[in-house]
């Protein structure tokens, strides 16, 4: 609500209600715990305005001088960060009405830390034009409650981002190959499909919506990709033999990370009969073992890090995401090496 003059005159009218709370200063500035009081019911309960410099009847007494409402801003941020439990984040604004200043407090709706209560442990809620003390079955509502509309990281949008950035033919080969059955058509239909699979949140992407089916999550998150590399020798350096820059939808990340070790990673040479040599197609890592840890490195990382995850094969070891590494040598003994494999060997400095 924008505090104008005929938005003020309106709430003084109505009077106090759910959502408003007159609060008179003219005892002097309000103990921090008589503010909490406040505060914790209406977070408990949707959220409301505490108007302070207000009589009970609507009258404007107001909150003093520019330095008396200072003083009330400092004391309305402390009861908010010390007493109340868990803190929570309220606005306050002053506002000149009939030649007077008063200082109004928006206590949001609904937030992530309910159910709220004061420092001494109690938990109130607002009903009608006035507060109480919410009983032990109210307090195990409101728990449930906020259990139920929590919001995770996964599923906050991503600003700026909009149904047109969906890849939509990506999107209905996985839906068709997870459901058996088409998205819908209609535009409407399609957002409410969206919406229920939390891949839409509002108007805008959620942050898995985006890199799972997002046309180019990239340039949203341009951190959100894989570099893979391929360096000689068993330290890190400089001198590369290979490096890929992989972006996209997740999946087509993992699946070209996935060619990239495959690619650079030995396979074992067999030798039938007089036949030419031929490697194998098993490389000598267990492939199952190296996509996992990428996957668990792309689905555990912190998107919100503007660092992308990198996946470097050395000679004798993997390490992709940087969480796990794969010696290759122990893979390499598992058989009995044939005479070329062993001078392959030594040159390495296997033994």
Same mark, same amino acid.
């Given at each position: 609500?924008?505090?104008?003059?005929? @938005?003020?005159?309106?709430?003084?009218?109505?009077?106090?209600?759910?959502?408003?709370? #007159?609060?008179?200063?003219?005892?002097?500035?309000? *103990?921090?715990?008589?503010?909490?009081?406040?505060?914790?019911?209406?977070?408990?309960?949707?959220?409301?305005?505490?108007?302070?410099?207000?009589?009970?009847?609507?009258?404007?007494?107001?909150?003093?001088?520019?330095?008396?409402?200072?003083?009330?801003?400092?004391?309305?941020?402390?009861?908010?960060?010390?007493?109340?439990?868990?803190?929570?984040?309220?606005?306050?604004?002053?506002?000149?009405?009939?030649?007077?200043?008063?200082?109004? /407090?928006?206590?949001?709706?609904?937030? $992530?830390?309910?159910?709220?209560?004061?420092?001494?442990?109690?938990?109130?809620?607002?009903?009608?034009? $006035?507060?109480?003390?919410?009983?032990?079955?109210?307090?195990?509502?409101?728990?449930?409650?906020?259990? @139920? %509309?929590?919001?995770?990281?996964?599923? &906050?949008?991503?600003?700026? /981002?909009?149904?047109?950035?969906?890849?939509?033919?990506? #999107?209905? /080969?996985?839906?068709?190959?997870?459901?058996?059955?088409?998205?819908?058509?209609?535009?409407?239909?399609? !957002?409410?499909? +969206? /919406?229920?699979?939390?891949?839409? %949140?509002?108007?805008?992407? %959620?942050?898995?919506?985006? &890199?799972?089916?997002?046309?180019?999550?990239?340039?949203?998150?341009?951190?959100?990709?894989?570099?893979?590399?391929?360096?000689?020798?068993?330290?890190?350096?400089?001198? +590369?033999?290979?490096?890929?820059?992989?972006?996209?939808?997740?999946?087509?990340?993992?699946?070209?990370?996935?060619?990239?070790?495959? !690619? *650079?990673?030995? $396979?074992?040479?067999?030798?039938?009969?007089?036949?030419?040599?031929?490697?194998?197609?098993?490389?000598?890592?267990?492939?199952?073992?190296?996509?996992?840890?990428? !996957?668990?490195?792309?689905?555990?990382?912190?998107?919100?890090?503007?660092?992308?995850?990198?996946?470097?094969?050395?000679?004798?070891?993997?390490?992709?995401?940087?969480?796990?590494?794969?010696?290759?040598?122990?893979?390499?003994?598992?058989?009995?090496?044939?005479?070329?494999?062993?001078?392959?060997?030594?040159?390495?400095?296997?033994?």
């Amino acid at each position: 609500m924008e505090l104008t003059t005929d @938005a003020i005159a309106k709430a003084l009218r109505l009077g106090e209600d759910s959502a408003n709370e #007159f609060k008179s200063l003219r005892g002097g500035l309000p *103990h921090a715990d008589d503010l909490a009081t406040a505060i914790v019911a209406f977070a408990n309960s949707g959220g409301g305005w505490l108007w302070l410099g207000v009589e009970d009847d609507g009258i404007v007494s107001g909150a003093g001088d520019r330095a008396a409402c200072d003083a009330l801003l400092v004391r309305l941020d402390e009861a908010c960060q010390n007493n109340v439990v868990p803190p929570i984040m309220c606005s306050h604004q002053k506002a000149e009405y009939d030649h007077q200043i008063i200082v109004v /407090t928006n206590v949001p709706s609904y937030g $992530s830390g309910r159910p709220y209560r004061t420092r001494r442990g109690i938990y109130y809620i607002r009903g009608g034009a $006035s507060k109480r003390i919410a009983p032990p079955e109210e307090v195990k509502r409101l728990v449930m409650s906020a259990a @139920a %509309s929590a919001q995770v990281a996964d599923e &906050l949008p991503v600003g700026g /981002t909009s149904v047109s950035d969906i890849d939509t033919a990506y #999107f209905s /080969t996985y839906y068709q190959a997870a459901y058996e059955e088409t998205p819908p058509v209609r535009a409407d239909d399609f !957002r409410g499909l +969206l /919406t229920n699979l939390r891949i839409l %949140s509002g108007d805008e992407l %959620s942050l898995m919506g985006l &890199l799972c089916f997002g046309r180019n999550p990239q340039q949203r998150l341009p951190w959100a990709r894989i570099i893979a590399a391929r360096e000689p020798g068993t330290d890190v350096g400089l001198d +590369l033999v290979d490096r890929k820059d992989f972006g996209g939808p997740l999946e087509r990340q993992i699946v070209a990370t996935e060619d990239f070790l495959v !690619r *650079h990673l030995e $396979s074992p040479v067999a030798i039938r009969g007089f036949a030419s040599e031929k490697p194998e197609n098993a490389p000598l890592l267990p492939l199952e073992a190296v996509r996992e840890a990428i !996957r668990n490195a792309i689905a555990h990382r912190d998107y919100a890090a503007t660092a992308q995850i990198n996946v470097t094969v050395y000679d004798d070891r993997a390490e992709p995401g940087g969480l796990a590494r794969f010696a290759i040598a122990p893979y390499r003994q598992q058989r009995e090496p044939l005479p070329q494999e062993v001078r392959a060997l030594q040159r390495l400095g296997v033994k």
